[in-house]
């Protein structure tokens, strides 16, 4: 008997959470165990700091609404402007080659119109984070096939990034999942609208968060 939709979805949320997961943990690896913190020399433990939130790393100056571009490239070269004009990123080329190289490996569409692209490179000096939203959908090659329609993007130096930026990852797959925020940023009017929709979400996260 065919499943029921409340049978249904369940799988089906847990299969793209997971699928999320793993784009998140793919980002950088080796930066170290879960949960942890980086320690000093001597074996201490590193001073207690703020914990990061994705407010940390996005403002309005990387944040575009209703984008005219239509194919993949083209959305992360305007994203990655973006981020050159916050001072961190030194070079434009360098980030969208990064990009693109990671989309080689394997998509970073992960359905239900979500691509979070992202990019290592020396040519970033600290993490920042980009978002655009595509009324029209941009072919990703997502796992579902659908086109993005709104896309996330990471760039993150390519050393010495440290956890910071692995929790904030953590933070917005959490919310990413809640259909209550892609709705709000689906209907966003301003840039502020979706810094608002990050506030309401987010919250900082000490651990990595990617299992819960």
Known sequence: MPDTPDAREPRAAARWAGALRNRVRALLPGQGAPGTDAATSTGSPAPARAAKTVLDYIDERTILL????????????????????????????????????????????IGEGIAIPHAATTSCTAPVLAFARSRAGVPWH?????????????AVPETGAGTDHLRVLAQLSRSLLTPAFRAEIEAAATPADVLNALADSVRPTYGMGLDG
Request: proline content about 2%; glycine content about 6%.
């Open 142 to 154: 997502s796992l579902d096939e659908a086109p993005a329609t709104l896309i996330f993007m990471i």
């Open 66 to 109: 209703d984008i005219d571009e239509t194919d993949r490239e083209a959305v992360i070269r305007r994203l990655a402007g973006l981020m050159q004009a916050t001072g961190v990123v030194l070079d434009v080329d360098a980030v969208v080659q990064a990009a693109l190289e990671r989309e080689t490996v394997s998509t970073t569409g």
